[in-house]
Every structure is written in structure tokens, then in C-alpha cells.
């Protein structure tokens, strides 16, 4: 089957750093997308990860190592702002190539 | 560029009826995908579209359905309502295929 794993809850502090980790077993990988959601409101695209390694965009960076079926998402210097949902999601290769959502890890930032 | 746009954005409806959303994607992007998120089950996918043919589709009673138009703009219909159908539904684009998918705002539905 397919099944992708995240924390349910986590809770840190402001200005502090948070991982948020992402475990994946698919049928075949075409990427791995990390999404922010808002209560109340639809996700926001943060970043795509498709060959091993760290992206950096601010703040923010995600993690992949396909061999292990593994992605984090890290937040750096986290502001009140960031308590949200977020979500992990992986495409599948071939003629699966629609998009298999994680339950989500929502993130509280305490002050 | 607008981005996604849905409507209505909320609408309460009795069980047994039906009802129709509509989504506008992002101009130029030819994939739609539909997705029901309630909180205890996240967000599930319902099916995609891509220039008028449904490419994928998810594991949902033959209630739930949709279709495209020739404008990239979609609809999907849900009948005979039940309870359980109450939640947020969310639409997204993406220009082709495997893309970064850009979601509306969505409709939150309510089903009494």
C-alpha cells in the first residue's frame, strides 16, 4: 500500500527551531511537496524536493533522501505566524502520479 | 495572475439533496484536482482533470463526480447528500503534469 507518516502535534517556542519529519512508503516517487495550511484556509505551497539533499528558502528548508523514504521540513527563527497545519505529499512515478497526502503535523508556536 | 477561485464559499444543504462547486484555475493551467478535507481524515483526493478527461481518480462513491469544460474551469457534483459529506472542499490547479498544485479557498459544506 501506500502510506505517508507525520507527527500528529508539536509545539515549540518562538525564535526557536523546529523539524517536522515526513516518512513515505509510495508506488514509485516523482517528489515530495511540503504545504503550509492556515486554520480556516486552503495550503500554500513551500517547497519541492526531488533529488537528495537540503533546498534552502529562507526560513524555511526541506529534506529528502529517497534510499530511506525520509523528508523533514525545517524552520528556523519560528515567529507566531508559523502555527499552522502542515502537510507532506508525494507523487508517485508511472501512470500513478497523483499526489498522496500525509494526515498533516500541526505546529504550535508558543510565545 | 488570479489565482484559483471557488464558489460558492459556503453552502448548507439538507441530506438527499445534491449539490454543484465550481473552481476557476489559475489562467494557462490545464489540470484540476478536487480534494474533500475533514479533520479527522486530512485532505482526500476525489479526482483530476487534465484538459477535459479525468486522469485520476480516488476512492469515493459514485455520488461524488465531475467534469471539465474546454476552459480549464471545473465542477464537481455531489448527490444524494449524507451527513458525513460535510466538509471543507478544496480545488487546485497546476499547469500540467506532476506540478506544484496551487489550491483555492474552497467551499465549506454543510450538510443538516
Known amino acids: 500500500g501506500q502510506n505517508i507518516d507525520q507527527p500528529t502535534e508539536m509545539t515549540a517556542t518562538e525564535g526557536a527551531i523546529v523539524q517536522i519529519n515526513c516518512t513515505y512508503q509510495?508506488?514509485?516517487?516523482?517528489?515530495l511537496f511540503w504545504y503550509q495550511q492556515h486554520a480556516g484556509e486552503a495550503p500554500t505551497f513551500l517547497s519541492y524536493n526531488v533529488l537528495d539533499g537540503l533546498e534552502e528558502k529562507g526560513r524555511f528548508s526541506s529534506f529528502l533522501s529517497r534510499s530511506k523514504g525520509y523528508s523533514y521540513l525545517l524552520l528556523k527563527e519560528l515567529q507566531m505566524k508559523d502555527s499552522a497545519s502542515y502537510l507532506c505529499?508525494?507523487?508517485?512515478?508511472?501512470?500513478?502520479?497523483?499526489?498522496?497526502w500525509g494526515l498533516g503535523t500541526s505546529l504550535a508556536v508558543n510565545p | 495572475k488570479a489565482g484559483v477561485t471557488q464558489t460558492p464559499r459556503y453552502l448548507i444543504k439538507t441530506r438527499g439533496q445534491q449539490v454543484t462547486l465550481s473552481c476557476s484555475p489559475i489562467?494557462?493551467?490545464?489540470?484540476v484536482s478536487w480534494y474533500q478535507q475533514t479533520p479527522g481524515q486530512g485532505l482526500q483526493f476525489l479526482f483530476e482533470?487534465?484538459?477535459?478527461?479525468?486522469?485520476n481518480k480516488g476512492n469515493f462513491p459514485g455520488r461524488f463526480s465531475g467534469r471539465q469544460f474546454s476552459n480549464s474551469r471545473s465542477e464537481m457534483n455531489v448527490s444524494t447528500l449524507e451527513l458525513g459529506d460535510s466538509a471543507l472542499y478544496l480545488c487546485a490547479s497546476s499547469p500540467g503534469d506532476a506540478d506544484t498544485q496551487y489550491f483555492g479557498p474552497g467551499t465549506r459544506l454543510t450538510v443538516l
Open positions: 505529499a508525494v507523487i508517485g512515478a508511472g501512470n500513478n502520479r497523483k499526489l498522496i
Open positions: 482533470y487534465f484538459s477535459e478527461t479525468q486522469r
Open positions: 489562467s494557462g493551467h490545464r489540470s
Open positions: 509510495t508506488s514509485g516517487f516523482n517528489g
